[in-house]
């Protein structure tokens, strides 16, 4: 079956830096997302990843490592308005389809 | 360019009625693919289509349907509709959709359904 496993629910400070993993079980692997989703709001696209190592984008990186079914973005210099859900997704099949992970609810405080 | 655009974004319907959701794409995109978000189960898949074909379908029953138009727009409907069915539901496109390509899925802002 597919499977994908990221933190309920993490915090942090404004400035800092914050990690949010995701480790998936899939029959296939096509390639990883991550996106971001304010509440009442559609997710937006932030990254992905299909080659391990690490892919970065302004104060976003994704890594993956494909042979551990892990996968983490870096949210840095962390902002008021970067409080919001993080969803993991993987593409498991050369369609257009992703398997979603629950979402990862980052409050970040003053 | 614009975006994904999905109409209506807000709608009310009784149990039994049944509803058509439209989505259009980013233009030039080809694949559509609709997702049914709930607090409970997260985003979980319900169908794609590519070149007015479904290539691909979730784990929901037959009362979820869906077509594609060859201008790529594409209509999901949901008949008989039950308590159950109150969610958000999203409209994704990318280019190809394949995985080939490597393209980017985007969302459109959705259509929140409320069955009473």
């Known amino acids: 079956g597919q499977n994908i496993d990221q933190p309920t629910e993490m915090t942090a400070t404004e400035g800092a830096i914050v990690q949010i993993n995701c480790t998936y079980q899939t029959s296939g692997f096509n390639g990883l997302f991550w996106y971001q989703q304010h509440a009442g709001e559609a997710p937006t696209f932030l990254s992905y990843n299909v080659l391990d190592g690490l892919e970065e984008k302004g104060r976003f990186s994704s890594f993956l490592s494909r042979s551990k079914g892990y996968s983490y973005l870096l949210l840095k210099e962390l902002q008021m308005k970067d409080s919001a859900s993080y969803l993991c997704a993987v593409r498991d099949n050369g369609y257009s389809t992703l398997t979603f992970g629950k979402g990862t609810m980052l409050l970040v405080s003053p | 360019k614009a975006g994904v655009t999905q109409t209506p974004r807000y709608l009310i319907k009784t149990r039994g009625q049944q509803v058509t959701l439209s989505c259009s794409p980013i233009s030039g995109h080809r694949s559509v693919s609709w997702y049914q978000q709930t607090p409970g189960q997260g985003l979980q898949f319900l169908f794609e289509?590519?070149?007015?074909?479904?290539?691909n379908k979730g784990n929901f029953p037959g009362r979820f349907s869906g077509r594609q138009f060859s201008n790529s727009r594409s209509e999901m409907n949901v008949s008989t509709l039950e308590l159950g069915d109150s969610a958000l539901y999203l409209c994704?496109?990318?280019?190809?959709?394949?995985?080939?390509?490597?393209?980017?899925?985007?969302f459109g802002e959705g259509s929140w359904l409320t069955v009473v």
């Open positions: 289509y590519f070149s007015e074909t479904q290539r």
């Open positions: 994704a496109s990318s280019l190809q959709g394949t995985a080939l390509s490597g393209n980017t899925i985007y």
